[in-house]
């Protein structure tokens, strides 16, 4: 594993090296998936390019953290498929899905780092795992990843003893400790004040073009996924609704980008859960409603 | 009419998912079987979870163990005397620990302190995503994380089972013939012409390994399948000692049919 | 794997565990006694049985020297038949006489072997002849009340 770890130490510009490779890396055909009978995600299709930096927006509960659930094959579709390097994930069996994941690398929301284990146990973590790696060869790499995100001087902390930024940065280099393939973070950018926010995204963007990873981003911070992203989509009514470049966003006249884009209440997006009229729920006159309605 | 159509449609609703649960469990517990090698091949892995689990009892369970067969001594005097067999305390009080208090009490008071301890860790490891990542870090969490800690109960239960007993026995010995003055001699050759290896000690032995392998179960399941929130991971502890305590109980009783039937014959 | 500081806890704790179930095993149990060692089983029958039960102590002198180990009832002769296991340390004459007592007025019933002069043992399989019942309060006191009838007719007439 070659770590290009002195580049990372300068502080490099935000380019945006355009994809090198136009290859899709992942591949998603017409994907629907419903918790029990509510349909979530109703025939999307998506392609990621090896190399790139793609955001994914979308409003709440417009099944984001699903679709990256779906790509890990941590959940399954009802219908469709999932290519991810040419394997279809919904059809691996647990073996192939294990051997696939090796080569993912996700970070979570709150980084779910191992609470009972330390900073430098938790990146040690997959080395232990799935490595037959000395011990003194394993405290290099550890040191070496924490490093790269700034925390070697960290390593002998708990968790709990971590701001969520560090968390976050230690979870990111637990992530791509074996050198992934594709990234998936889930909302990286979730509580961390503005300084947090601009390391965590340029770290995302550092590794992804150091390592050459190919790297997925759902976000609710546009700021943030601009800077970083090479493409953005939008997620609503089950599908990519939009697939833009960052300027198109920033420039584009669309209701539904503009409402994300200049943070609107109400537009495209509705500010409410789908529900019968209010007058109508409050005189008694539908059933069905959160409290089992009015009473005949 | 209409209520009481409502109302069995309620029993039948809570008993398909009473159901529904009971078969989730045990496919739960055959996924823990199948990869119950890992905390075996990787001893320390089951160690850590020995020490939070048994080690950490230890005291508890000592100490109430003392007290019950001190309580036991004194009660069970007061009665063999009306019978002027007071000798024969010993063998009251270590057939009672034996076959029932022992196994019994150290599994209600494990689900209280070890049980609950598991539900609550797994849970918040759930709603903190650790499960989540684990398994995307294409480390089976089941093996790492849960038949660990399932093995743990099933192995510390028999052995803090024995300890609550001699503990027991201990403190039988120090209100029996220390303060009340029974006979030292008679005391221990009764017990020991009363309580037989196999019939009494191995199997208490055996019921405090069910009552591991159901606790173990529960403490595991509930945390796994805990709502991931704090009201959810927190109502699944209350579970976990309430629903262990009734299925100790109630093997207690299926065990002790099943163990001294025919025994009278 | 290197060594956590639970290992230390942990071996004393199982080492703990095990002691206790020694403990139990030979202090409070009787590992030690008969139920290890082989012994010999032979076969004696009574009229009533009273309340002895199976895993009754059998006595010599008042020495545990065996178990009771079954005790059926032979549908031909309506005897119940009780096997003795014997410590094999122990060895009795073939006139032995086999009685069922009981320990204190209101105790467990026990067998109690008295070794007769015969130079021939008993030996795996065999069978004790001379044996007697266990004694019936109820019996008894009817014994009692019928010969002090007898003995009071008797003395009237
Ligand atoms: N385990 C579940 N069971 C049932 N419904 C679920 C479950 N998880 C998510 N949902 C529903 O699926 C929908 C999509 O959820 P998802 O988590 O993918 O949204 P999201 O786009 O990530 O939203 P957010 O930005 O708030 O995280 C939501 O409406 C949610 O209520
Ligand atoms: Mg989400």
Redesign the interface.
């Known amino acids: 594993m070659p770590l290009p770890a002195a580049c990372m130490d300068h502080e490099m510009s935000v380019v945006k090296s355009a994809p090198t490779h136009p290859d899709p890396l992942i591949e998603i055909k017409d994907v629907h998936f419903a918790y029990d009978e509510r349909p979530i995600l109703r025939g999307l299709s998506l392609s990621v390019r090896k190399g790139e930096v793609l955001a994914v927006m979308g409003g709440s509960g417009s099944g984001k953290t699903t679709l990256l659930g779906l790509i890990g094959g941590r959940i399954l579709p009802n219908k469709g498929k999932i290519l991810v390097d040419g394997q279809n994930v919904p059809k691996l069996d647990r073996a192939a899905l294990y051997a696939l994941r090796t080569r993912f690398g996700m970070l979570f929301q709150f980084g779910a780092l191992f609470t009972d284990l330390s900073v430098f146990d938790n990146v040690a973590f997959p080395y232990r795992e799935q490595t037959n790696l000395p011990e003194s060869v394993i405290r290099d790499l550890v040191l070496l990843k924490l490093q790269a995100v700034g925390l070697r001087g960290a390593a002998g902390l708990m968790p709990s003893q971590l701001s969520g930024g560090m968390a976050r940065r230690v979870a990111l280099a637990r992530a791509v400790a074996l050198d992934p393939m594709l990234m998936l973070y889930d909302e990286p950018f979730t509580g961390l004040d503005p300084i947090s926010t601009g390391i965590v995204a340029r770290l995302i963007r550092r590794l992804n073009d150091a390592f050459g990873l190919t790297s997925l981003v759902v976000t609710h911070d546009l700021d943030a996924s601009l800077k970083i992203a090479d493409r953005v989509i939008v997620l609503a009514e089950g599908q990519v609704y939009r697939d833009l470049t960052p300027d198109d966003v920033r420039t584009t006249t669309d209701a539904f980008v503009r409402q994300f884009a200049d943070g609107l209440p109400d537009g495209p997006v509705p500010f409410h859960y789908p529900a019968p009229p209010l007058l109508d729920q409050l005189l008694g006159k539908t059933v069905a409603g959160p409290n089992g309605g009015g009473t005949p | 009419m209409n209520s009481v159509i409502e109302m069995i449609e309620g029993l039948g609703r809570s008993v398909l998912n009473a159901l529904a649960r009971l078969g989730l469990a045990g496919r739960f517990f055959l996924a823990i079987l199948m990869v119950i090698g890992v905390p075996l091949r ?1 001893f ?1 892995l089951l ?2 979870e ?2 939070f689990s ?2 950490r009892s ?1 005291l508890i369970i000592v100490v109430s163990g003392t007290f019950v067969g001190m309580v036991l001594a004194i009660q069970g005097y007061e009665v063999l005397q009306r ?3 007071a000798e024969t305390l010993g063998v009251l009080v ?1 057939l009672s620990l ?1 076959r029932e208090l022992g196994p019994v009490v150290t599994a209600l008071l494990f689900a209280g302190r070890a049980g609950s301890a598991v539900t609550a860790e797994i849970g ?2 759930q709603a ?3 499960i ?9 969490p089941i093996a ?1 994380i849960i038949s660990p800690r399932f093995l743990a109960s099933v192995v510390s239960l ?3 089972a ?2 609550f ?3 027991g ?1 201990f403190g039988a010995y120090l209100v029996g013939v220390k303060l009340i003055g029974i006979d030292d001699g008679s005391f ?1 050759s009764q ?3 009363g ?7 191995v199997n208490g ?1 055996i019921k405090s390994l069910v009552f591991g392998v159901a606790v173990g179960l529960i403490a595991v399941f509930e945390g796994y399948y805990a709502p991931p929130t704090a009201e959810g991971v927190s109502s699944a502890t209350t579970r976990t000692v309430v629903t262990s305590s009734l299925a100790v109980l109630m093997l207690d009783f299926v065990l002790t049919v099943w163990m001294f039937r025919g ?3 | 794997m290197k060594k956590s500081k639970f290992d230390l806890a942990v071996g004393l704790f199982v080492a703990a565990g095990i002691l206790a179930l020694v403990f139990l095993a030979m202090k409070v149990g009787n590992l030690t006694g008969l139920e290890t060692s082989e012994g010999y089983r032979v076969e004696a029958r009574f009229d009533n049985i009273g309340g002895l039960k199976v895993r009754a102590p059998v006595k010599s002198a008042g020495v545990v020297v065996g178990r009771v180990d079954s005790i059926t009832l032979d549908s031909q002769t309506y005897e119940a038949k009780a096997i003795l296991r014997i410590d094999q340390n122990y060895k009795f004459s073939k006139d032995t006489i086999a009685s069922i007592l009981t320990s204190g007025l209101l105790g467990e019933q026990y067998v109690s072997l008295e070794a007769g002069g015969d130079s021939v043992y008993l030996g795996q399989g065999d069978r004790i002849s001379k044996t007697q019942p266990a004694m019936i309060l109820e019996k008894l006191i009817s014994q009692f009340l019928f010969s002090k009838a007898s003995e009071s007719t008797g003395t009237s007439k």
Do not use: E
């Open positions: 990787r320390s160690v850590r020995l020490y048994g080690v230890l019978f002027g067999s270590a034996v918040l490891m903190t995503d650790q989540a990542a684990m398994d995307m870090m294409a480390v089976n790492r028999p052995l803090l024995c300890m007993s001699a503990a026995v221990w017990m020991q012409a309580v037989d290896f196999r019939l009494d000690i032995l025994l009278n014959g």
